[in-house]
């Protein structure tokens, strides 16, 4: 087995929620050759639509904190905790941004900087779906 590969054999669902296409594009390339299944979403809106239209939610969403629309990524953090808590969820954002939008969830605040590191964001996928299979 491939080190990119997940350890498991059914793959695994990820959301990308990220408002720049190219950005959006390139890391769902990396992870979909990693072995999971990617959904993307350019928007907060059209991440929540996704979100409340599949039967089987993904395992994972990768947001950027600046999505953009009507809410941001910790807006969809927020919602997602409500009413999906069996999601897990990884924020990315440039420090600036973070800090902004942060206020009320320092203890929440991004996992990942941008740009991103594909194995970096490989790794941190790994982690919170391990930490979410441990439970």
């Not at 990396?30 to 991440?47: D, K, N, Q």
């Not at 979100?51 to 947001?63: F, T």
């Not at 964001?121 to 982690?127: G, Y």
Request: charged share 30%; with cysteine.
């Amino acid at each position: 087995m491939a080190d990119d590969e997940p350890r498991d054999r059914s793959p695994q669902s990820l959301l990308i929620a990220e408002s720049d296409v190219l950005v959006r594009h390139a890391i769902a390339d990396y992870l979909r050759r990693c072995g999971y299944v990617v959904i993307e979403a350019a928007s907060f809106e059209e991440a929540r639509t996704v979100l409340e239209g599949l039967p089987e939610k993904p395992q994972l969403v990768l947001s950027d904190v600046e999505l953009g629309g009507e809410g941001n990524g910790f807006d969809l953090r927020r919602r997602a905790a409500r009413e999906w808590p069996e999601i897990e969820f990884v924020l990315a954002g440039n420090v600036a941004a973070a800090a902004q939008a942060a206020g009320d969830l320092c203890e929440r605040g991004p996992h990942l900087s941008r740009p991103y590191d594909p194995q970096l964001v490989l790794d941190r996928i790994r982690r919170a779906l391990a930490t979410r299979t441990a439970r």
